[in-house]
């Protein structure tokens, strides 16, 4: 639990060991976006912002959270009285991370090699700032939880068995010059061997190394209380027996990913061939099975936000919280037997809440409910045995201001331009953010983060190399080109301190459009089925085309949710919310 004087204890062995700072990363060894409790302790310890990024930056003298504009209005409340100054990483006039610790000449540096990527390590090294591989979360006194089962996925599930991904990738290996490959990344290592995993919340992965080899063999590295069962070609080894397997096996060529692997493990190779490993964009491109599935489960879930929205209505005027609708939307969605968990937290937010884009209710700090507020945004998704989803919705509760529904109205035009997008193949998500961002940079607006970004199948929610993004964040690596079988989100919205946030969220499927002689093109479908609200649109902003595009919306969410409805006054609630705008 946090404490000033943590900040002081810290700053006490900095001084006797003579580093200048300690950075801390919200990550674990093998760079994951969301981490465990274990590995997220360290950070709690020394900061009270409980974001899902950030750096924390503690010198003799100071202590900084470094966060993005995601997390601004959020760090800036839980900050207050903690001694800790934010820094606001994309504002203008602020510098990066890298460029504070050198101005400020905060090195030498400690940082814990098992949590930076060999990459980020070489960059910094390369700026002239010294790293010391050194590791304090013993201070935080942090417990590894108690082990959990690890599941295999049914073959119903899998378009390709896990001998059939390791083949791929080994021959994708050997023409990059290297005979071993190291994966370390946790939801490659879930997708290679069509296994999953409790390990962190809402991600369903479990902490492991994967060594593949026509040589050496196949190698799981994993805590082996969690495994119950054989995998076929592959041995499996206690998780922290990965460094002496590679110290003995440090001069085979093997492919590693240095944006992704730590810094510690790649200094055990002593022929490591540099490269992004092959199943990261095998995991992006879903096969037939996969895709048949997550169109189903996301009619399951279409259904359970449909039933949400009802019991929203007719609720409104109870003055319930936003985490009690949470828990309520948790409850429609766990009504299938094929939903095992959340996608992430939901994010339940009302009017000055929405306006920070990862607020998230709890059961000790949330906001009542009620029809004086504008909006409740919820941003939400379910883990399926058969597939992830992500959506959001911004339900109207209370009377809009113009200034409201204009906004609302420009976030649904952003959403309708790249859903209908056509684009040639060789177009990544920067070629295609502009086509949401028009309509709010015309009018000197922005949303601080990315248009979308890929979603996962029964794995994390977040996923490369596909988003859509303006600019290139090389950390993000979400820019290759956008291929059939990839699915992204669809995201813009408006947040506004301390007024109100707006978010619609689909989830796009790239498929193949035509070919002409100037190439193959590609276009969207979308696949995410939850009706979009309409009271709060200024027609006179919309064209005819984008109207009947929502009306062709609604007929096609008519349909997918329909089969699923036996109960007649959910039917007709449907019926309301997909009736046809006149035009």
């Known amino acids: 639990m946090f404490d000033v004087k943590n900040i002081q204890k810290l700053q006490k062995i900095l001084k006797e060991k003579g580093l200048k700072a300690y950075l801390i990363f919200t990550s674990d060894p093998h760079n994951s976006e969301y981490v465990s409790d274990y590995y997220l302790a360290e950070r709690k310890y020394f900061c009270p912002f409980t974001g899902s990024a950030g750096q924390v930056l503690i010198t003799q003298e100071k202590a900084y959270l470094f966060a993005d504009g995601r997390y601004w209005i959020q760090a800036k409340n839980q900050l207050e009285n903690s001694n800790i100054e934010l820094i606001k990483v994309g504002d203008v006039g602020v510098l990066p991370l890298k460029e504070f610790i050198k101005e400020n000449k905060l090195y030498p540096l400690g940082v814990n090699f098992l949590n930076i990527t060999e990459q980020s390590l070489e960059s910094y090294k390369k700026a002239g700032i ?51 490959n190291l994966v370390t990344t946790l939801d490659d290592i879930a997708f290679i061997l069509n296994i999953r995993g409790r390990d962190i919340p809402r991600n369903p992965v479990f902490y492991s190394y994967l060594y593949l080899s026509k040589i050496a063999g196949n190698h799981l590295f994993i805590n082996k209380e969690k495994i119950d069962f054989s995998i076929k070609n592959v041995a499996i080894h206690d998780y922290n027996e990965i460094f002496t397997f590679l110290k003995a096996h440090k001069d085979i060529k093997t492919l590693v990913d240095p944006l992704r692997v730590n810094a510690r493990v790649y200094s055990l190779l002593n022929e490591p061939i540099r490269g992004r490993n092959p199943s990261y964009l095998m995991k992006a491109i879903k096969g037939k099975k996969e895709i048949e599935n997550t169109k189903k489960i996301q009619a399951i879930d279409g259904l359970a936000l449909l039933k949400f929205n009802k019991y929203l209505d007719e609720n409104l005027l109870k003055n319930l919280n936003e985490y009690d609708y949470s828990e309520k939307l948790e409850e429609f969605r766990k009504e299938s037997s094929l939903c095992f968990d959340l996608s992430f937290d939901t994010i339940a937010s009302v009017g000055p809440n929405a306006a920070m884009m990862h607020y998230e209710p709890t059961k000790e700090m949330h906001s009542v409910v009620s029809d004086k507020d504008i909006e409740l945004l919820v941003d939400s998704g379910g883990q399926y045995y058969g597939g992830t989803t992500d959506t959001t919705r911004t339900f109207l509760i209370g009377k809009p ?66 988003g859509f993004r303006y600019k290139k964040v090389p950390e993000r690596d979400d820019q290759d080109p956008i291929k059939p079988g990839m699915i992204t989100t669809i995201e ?60 062709d919306y609604h007929e096609l969410v008519y349909n997918k949710l329909s089969e699923l409805i036996k109960d007649k006054d959910l039917l007709n609630y449907l019926k309301s919310k997909t009736a046809k705008i006149k035009i």
């Open 130 to 180: 010294t790293l010391i591989d050194v590791d304090f979360s013993y201070l935080a006194e942090a417990k590894e939880d108690k082990a959990q089962k690890v599941f295999k996925l049914d073959d119903d599930l899998v378009t390709l068995s896990s001998e059939e991904k390791i083949n791929k990738i080994l021959e994708e290996s050997e023409k990059q010059g290297a005979s071993s």
């Open 401 to 466: 201001t113009k200034e409201y529904i204009h906004d609302y109205t420009l976030t649904l035009k952003s959403l309708i331009h790249v859903s209908k997008a056509i684009f040639l193949d060789g177009s990544s998500g920067q070629t295609i953010d502009i086509l949401a961002r028009q309509f709010m940079w015309n009018e000197g607006m922005d949303y601080k983060c990315g248009t979308g970004h890929g979603v996962g199948y029964i794995l994390n929610v977040h996923e490369g190399p596909n």
């Open 492 to 551: 813009p919205g408006v947040y506004k301190e301390n007024k109100y946030g707006i978010r619609i969220e689909n989830n796009l499927l790239c498929v193949p459009a035509f070919k002409t002689s100037d190439g193959e093109f590609y276009k969207f479908e979308t696949i995410t089925y939850v009706p979009i609200e309409t009271r709060c649109l200024d027609f006179n902003l919309l064209t005819k085309e984008e109207i009947m595009r929502l009306n």
